[in-house]
């Protein structure tokens, strides 16, 4: 009897709700069926990242044992996978897993390449060359993904000051009653300006119906209205930090690096003294 498992991996938690695991499952259920395969059985590691070593995944890892165990009973053990980076995204992981496979006699497929055991194909040195070629471009683009996100982030952060967790108040928030949360954040600026209180701008929310963000027109206290403008405060200043840091690492101090010319604009100062003692 030839029992097949069927392996799901998605590496952000983000996709876990997204098509990629529903994707992978067809993938595998519709290569079986193509090769009188019987349905398999599903393990999964769901946010969990490729060139984590397979061993610490713990879908991977039950995986594992159930084909071990399947095979002392004398079946015959197969896993099917999408492609071969859902299995690793990293090379050394990738051969580690490999050799894990043959000391069990189970074998591999990837859906993306026909049907070829992936644990044999070290006989056939083309074979094992084009494998490895395909598990150093996974670990490569897995590379790539990381470097444009950590630039989208910091890009983020130099534009809004954070980039994790909840939306800032006044950063694009939606408009209620007529007013969006920037407009409330500039009003508050304006009476503050005219040296009205916490206190009484509270009151005056609450009095023209003002919505909070979870839509809520009464309750708004004084102390609550400070809070929100001081960290609107704190989080512009450290917008303004942010882009100096990175203008001062794009450019440098170019201040200390110039020297001070004339007032005249004819020539540097030091020309100028040395001149004028001629």
């Known amino acids: 009897m030839k029992i097949i498992f069927g392996y799901i991996r998605v590496s952000g938690k ?12 067809e993938s595998i259920l519709k290569f079986c069926e193509e090769h009188k395969f019987d349905k398999p059985f599903f393990y999964s590691d769901l946010g969990v990242s490729g060139t984590v070593d397979g061993l610490n995944r713990p879908g991977l890892t039950d995986l594992l044992s ?12 197969a896993v099917v996978v999408e492609n071969m980076d859902r299995f690793a995204r990293d090379l050394i992981v990738s051969e580690v897993l490999m050799k894990e496979l043959r000391l069990r006699n189970v074998a591999l497929y990837a859906t993306n390449q026909g049907f ?73 600026q304006r009476l503050r300006h005219e040296k009205v209180s916490w206190f009484n701008i509270a009151n005056w929310f609450n009095a023209n119906e003002v919505k909070k963000r979870n839509g809520q027109t009464q309750n708004w206290r004084g102390s609550q209205v400070c809070q929100l403008w001081r960290r ?43 001149g004028s003692d001629t």
């Not at 040195?125 to 150093?136: D, E, H, N, S």
């Open 14 to 25: 983000g996709q876990v709700d997204k098509d990629g695991p529903v994707r992978q499952r």
């Open 66 to 77: 159930e084909a071990e165990a399947c095979r002392q009973r004398g079946d015959e053990v």
């Open 116 to 188: 070829v055991d992936q644990t044999t194909a070290d006989s056939d040195p083309t074979r094992k060359l084009i494998r490895q070629l395909f598990g150093a471009l996974a670990e490569w683009e897995k590379s790539m993904i990381v470097i444009k996100l950590r630039i989208a982030r910091d890009r983020k952060r130099r534009e809004t000051g954070r980039c994790e967790g909840g939306r800032a108040f006044g950063v694009d928030g939606p408009a209620t009653s007529g007013n969006s949360e920037r407009t409330i954040l500039n009003l508050i």
């Open 232 to 274: 609107h405060e704190k989080r512009l200043r450290k917008i303004e930090r942010i882009k100096n840091e990175h203008m001062l690492e794009k450019y440098g101090d170019q201040r200390l690096t110039q020297e001070p010319s004339s007032r005249d604009g004819s020539g540097p100062a030091s020309e100028r003294v040395r």
